[in-house]
């Protein structure tokens, strides 16, 4: 391909701009990739463990990490320029790598710090413009892949994200779930298996049912004996779209999967989920669920161009086109509920009449 130096469209009409424009914010924008890559850097060596252990100078802590000090430095000052260090005295921790960076923290979010900027995540958007002019991805291996390794390395990377976002929806369904008797849940693509082990685990007598590939279901099973619910847990290994769902649930789960289709698949699917419900099941959705506009809820906008770069029609559908759905497939209206802190929602649908 060849950059032209000098602008070369003679078509293109004059700027009807006036006021002259900083080219700043567009600066900023080009420096993602160095953002990403530093805060990964600093996921990877150890860094925030160690300052967070008391070590404040470049070679104290580049000695703890077995790195050069001057490379240490230089990181060390960029993630000081991101705003997640503090170099008044020494090097500290700000309140935000605190929470989020330190390996022993409850939030901790490193893993999906390494899940998000992997070297197979660079991979797919060094073909991004080549997905935009496919209509989707031109990867061999993707999002629908059957087995993908990525989702095993998601699966424990994620439950940072999972684990509060996962009491949060116990939270929301405590009294209703409480007056169910032997609540029975299906989580479908379930990863970690947070969503419904966390629901499990506050109800005596639930019992849940996680399905995801094979492969992901053999690292299910560490959470399963970690909150103790192997005898109330059973297993359905395959795809979604054609293992027998059993049932009927009371709740069906399904979270971060509906983005990975197209809106005719997923309706497709909702039509299969509504028939493993009780009559008065409930189906939770849990997404990102754009608002119609890019620049007041950016974060959706964005994450559809990482499903766009690997999966054949994937992306973040929006509020209203889920409302559409859950209608159409027999659901009464959902209740919308933030997940706090996270540009995701959750919609609480009953299975109508
Ligand atoms: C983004 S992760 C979501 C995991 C979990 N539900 C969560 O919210 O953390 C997507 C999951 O869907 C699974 N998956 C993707 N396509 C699937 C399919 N057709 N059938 C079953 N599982 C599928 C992947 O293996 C992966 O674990």
């Not at 991805?137 to 990377?157: K, Y």
Request: glycine share 8%; net charge negative.
């Amino acid at each position: 391909m060849i950059i032209p130096v000098l602008p070369m469209d003679r078509e293109t009409p004059p700027s009807t701009s006036t006021a002259s424009v900083s080219p700043e914010p567009l600066m900023r924008m080009i420096e993602g990739l160095q953002v990403t890559a530093i805060i990964r850097a600093g996921v990877q060596l150890g860094v925030f463990d160690q300052i967070a252990t008391g070590r404040d100078q470049a070679g104290s802590i580049a000695a703890a990490i077995d790195a050069d000090e001057r490379g240490t430095r230089i990181l060390l000052d960029a993630l000081a320029a991101l705003g997640l260090l503090d170099t008044a005295e020494g090097y500290r921790l700000t309140p935000l790598a605190d929470a989020f960076l330190v390996t022993s923290r409850p939030g901790y979010l490193g893993g999906m710090v390494n899940i998000s900027a992997a070297p197979w995540t660079w991979t797919a958007y060094s073909h991004l413009a080549e997905a935009v002019r496919h209509g989707g991805t031109v990867l061999d291996h993707h999002a629908e892949t059957p087995g993908h390794e990525f989702w095993e390395a998601f699966a424990p990377s994620s439950t940072g994200m999972a684990a509060p976002a996962s009491r949060r929806l116990s939270e929301l369904l405590r009294g209703w779930a409480a007056q169910r008797e032997n609540l029975e849940i299906l989580d479908i693509a379930c990863g970690s298996g947070l969503y419904s082990l966390t629901l499990a685990a506050q109800h005596p007598t639930a019992r849940a049912t996680l399905l995801d590939w094979a492969n992901v279901l053999e690292l299910t099973q560490d959470n399963v004996e970690a909150l103790g619910l192997r005898e109330r847990t059973s297993f359905i290994e395959g795809d979604v779209f054609e293992v027998a769902l059993g049932g009927p649930y009371d709740v069906i789960i399904a979270s971060h999967i509906l983005h990975h289709f197209s809106e005719q698949r997923c309706r497709e699917l909702m039509s299969r989920l509504v028939t493993a419900l009780k009559p008065d099941g409930r189906l939770v959705v849990h997404e990102f669920a754009s608002g119609p506009c890019p620049a007041d809820d950016p974060s959706p906008y964005l994450f559809s161009i990482v499903m766009l770069t690997w999966s054949r029609e994937g992306e973040a559908h929006m509020l209203d086109t889920y409302r559409r759905l859950l209608h159409d497939a027999g659901f009464s209206p959902p209740e919308v509920h933030a997940n706090q802190g996270m540009p995701t929602r959750f919609l609480i649908a009953e299975r109508a009449g």
